[in-house]
């Protein structure tokens, strides 16, 4: 009996690193199911490109922020696909603020998008997986702001930092099942070649860069692909950073100025 082809569902994959770990999954042999709030150009691109690496691909729509979307898009992903062996919660928003003048509005558009969006998801995920006897993977993207205090991320920062730790607590509820559950933690990520003033900005970070370079899309994308999977069947509840080195010199940085992050 043939085996059959593995599923990934991505969210918030028609730009960016969300695309790049698309096509990541797509080189691996995977089929696709992409995702984003609306419909763009770049959605339609990526998924033109999934689809002449010879692969199946579906799209799906939907506002995450909404708290029923995260389940829908799940169960439509499954009836799509007629399987879902992963899910990567890439779908997220970064917004700086100083703490003082944080808004509510803020505050709560960070928790739906990057915590309660991505955990509501992986629930439906592991209920789907569990009924389906899938020993799938579950990978969150989280920061590297989750370890460190940065210029006005009271909010971001935070919100990261308890994706990482309920990753863990994932993990270790759904290790009975086979199910394993890991987050990728991206530092500094270009998704262009950058320009202008954000140019000069890029330069001055990748100086403070242990490997002394920014990270790519595909330094991300290859990550996640490889920790979904079997050759990472041993690990879950672990974070892992790319970063470059980014997050490790502290003292000595910041004894030399040299500690500069986005």
């Known amino acids: 009996m043939q085996e059959q082809t593995k599923v990934v569902f991505i969210t918030g994959s028609g730009r960016g690193i969300g695309s790049g770990i698309a ?28 689809r002449q690496s010879g692969r199946r691909v579906s799209v799906l729509i939907g506002d995450l922020m909404d708290k029923d979307v995260p389940a829908q898009l799940v ?20 917004i700086f603020q100083p703490f003082q003048t944080t808004t509510f509005d803020q505050l709560t ?3 739906q998008t990057d915590f309660l969006a991505p955990y509501l998801c992986a629930q439906r995920a592991a209920q789907v ?8 993977s579950i990978v969150n993207i989280a920061s590297v702001h989750h370890e460190r205090a940065n210029d006005g991320d009271s909010v971001y920062g935070p919100m990261k930092a308890a994706l990482v730790r309920t990753t863990e607590s994932m993990a270790y509820e759904l290790a009975p099942y086979g199910i394993r559950v890991n987050a990728v933690s991206p530092g500094l990520t270009l998704r262009a070649e950058p320009t202008g003033e954000y140019a000069k900005r890029v330069e001055q970070v990748e100086a403070c860069i242990p490997l002394r370079r920014a ?12 920790l979904a999977s079997d050759e990472a069947e041993y690990i879950t509840g672990a974070n892992l950073r790319v970063d470059g080195g980014m997050n490790l010199p502290l003292t000595r940085a910041l004894v ?3 500690q500069v992050f986005f």
């Open 23 to 50: 096509l990541a999954f797509a080189e691996r042999g995977y089929d696709i199911v992409l995702h984003d709030r609306q419909t763009h150009e770049g959605l339609d691109a990526i998924e033109q490109q999934v």
């Open 75 to 94: 169960d439509n992903a499954f009836a799509q696909m007629g399987r879902l062996d992963v899910v990567v919660n890439n779908a997220g928003i970064t």
């Open 109 to 111: 558009r960070v928790y």
């Open 129 to 136: 997986m569990i009924q389906n006897g899938t020993k799938g």
């Open 215 to 226: 990270g790519r899309v595909f330094d991300v994308a290859k990550a996640v692909a490889w």
């Open 256 to 258: 030399d100025g040299r």
